[in-house]
C-alpha cells in the first residue's frame, strides 16, 4: 500500500518561510516524479512545483518561481518544499503527490499525471 506523509504545514506572517516535507513508502520512491499542489477554498487544486524522478529537472508555477524550491532525498523516500516570501494568496491546503510512470522525462502539471497523494497540509500566511 502507497502511503504519502505530508509535514511543515502551518501558520505563518507574511514574508516568512516554511519547509514541507512528504515520506513515501510502499513504492521505489527513487523511480517516480513528485509534485506539490495546492488547493484554496472555493477553489480548484493547483499544480505548484514538480521534480523528475533523478532530481535534476524541476518545474513551476509562475506565481511561486523565485520563491518556492522543489527538492528530493531519494535516501530518505522524501521530498521537500522550501517555500520563502510567502504571502496571503499561497494560503491553501498544500498536497503532494507522486507520479504516474516510472523514469519519465515528462513533467507533468495537471493531476492526472499522478496517481498517489498525501493527506493534505495547511498553510496559512497572514497580512
Known amino acids: 500500500q502507497v502511503q504519502l506523509v505530508e509535514s511543515g504545514g502551518g501558520l505563518v506572517q507574511a514574508g516568512g518561510s516554511l519547509r514541507l516535507s512528504c515520506t513515501v513508502s510502499g513504492r521505489t520512491f527513487s523511480r517516480y516524479a513528485m509534485a506539490w499542489f495546492r488547493q484554496a477554498p472555493g477553489k480548484e487544486r493547483e499544480f505548484v512545483a514538480t521534480i523528475s524522478w533523478s532530481g535534476d529537472n524541476t518545474a513551476y508555477t509562475d506565481s511561486v518561481k523565485g520563491r518556492f524550491t522543489i527538492s528530493r532525498s531519494n535516501a530518505k523516500n522524501t521530498d521537500f518544499l522550501q517555500m520563502n516570501s510567502l504571502k496571503p494568496e499561497d494560503t491553501a491546503v498544500y498536497f503532494c503527490?507522486?507520479?504516474?510512470?516510472?523514469?519519465?522525462?515528462?513533467?507533468?502539471?495537471?493531476?492526472?499525471?499522478?496517481?498517489?497523494w498525501g493527506q493534505g497540509t495547511q498553510i496559512s500566511v497572514s497580512s
Open positions: 503527490a507522486a507520479g504516474r510512470a516510472a523514469y519519465t522525462s515528462t513533467y507533468y502539471t495537471t493531476k492526472d499525471g499522478y496517481d498517489y
